[in-house]
């Protein structure tokens, strides 16, 4: 493939980024939903990439504890997810992502006042727990949010969203680290990223964006 294939293939993927996007905007809940979700997975991306980093400077995890203590985390998200299943399904996607935006943000934070690490493994199960919930509704949510036929085009900007502000989080906390000379504080930084996602998570109204989604489903049919 030569440079100009490589120029014509990212054109024409730009473009069809830039179609679906105009295609989701069309469906306001869903497009909150994806904003909200660019900064609330930030900060459980950013923990996931440093948490090994943080265990080993400020509690001396060696090689060996960070490999038990990420098997535990993703243990633990996988119990969560299945325990959370029956949550989603009483109260809705919506309060169940908020509830665990707040449970990750008192976990980040029992983390980065841990005196122990007792207290650091309990923040981290606690972590493990809400973070598989929180990802498997936000997919659930998207879903009831969806139109038949577009499945496609709305989780491929899903997955995108999930990529695009990566950077952010790993950036800013290392940043504060070095700043604070202290991963403590550096570790905090994340509980921004939460911060603004549970708020642009408020605008999104689970009922009406069924309706907008079957409406369109219909309207198509």
């Not at 930084?189 to 939460?194: E, H, K, P, S």
Request: net charge negative; hydrophobic share 50%.
């Amino acid at each position: 493939i030569g440079p100009e294939d490589n120029r014509g293939l990212i054109a024409a993927t730009n473009q069809q980024l830039a179609t679906t996007f105009a295609s989701i905007r069309q469906y306001k809940h869903a497009f909150w939903l994806l904003l909200a979700r660019f900064f609330y997975n930030d900060g459980i991306v950013t923990i996931f990439a440093f948490g090994g980093i943080y265990a080993a400077g400020t509690f001396g995890f060696d090689t060996e504890g960070i490999i038990i203590f990420g098997i535990v985390l993703n243990v633990a998200a996988g119990v969560g997810a299945l325990a959370f299943g029956w949550i989603d399904d009483w109260i809705g996607a919506k309060p169940t992502i908020g509830i665990s935006i707040v449970g990750i943000s008192v976990a980040v934070l029992g983390a980065a006042l841990a005196p122990t690490e007792p207290w650091f493994w309990a923040a981290g199960i606690l972590l493990g727990l809400l973070v598989g919930p929180n990802q498997a509704s936000s997919r659930s949510l998207l879903g009831r949010f969806t139109p038949r036929g577009k499945e496609n085009e709305f989780f491929g900007f899903f997955a995108f969203s999930g990529k695009l502000t990566a950077f952010m989080g790993p950036l800013l906390l290392g940043w504060m680290t070095s700043l604070f000379e202290s991963q403590r504080i550096g570790i905090t930084t994340v509980l921004i990223f939460f911060v603004i996602g549970g708020i642009l998570l408020l605008r999104v109204d689970e009922d009406e964006g069924m309706r907008m989604a079957a409406a369109a489903t219909e309207a198509d049919s």
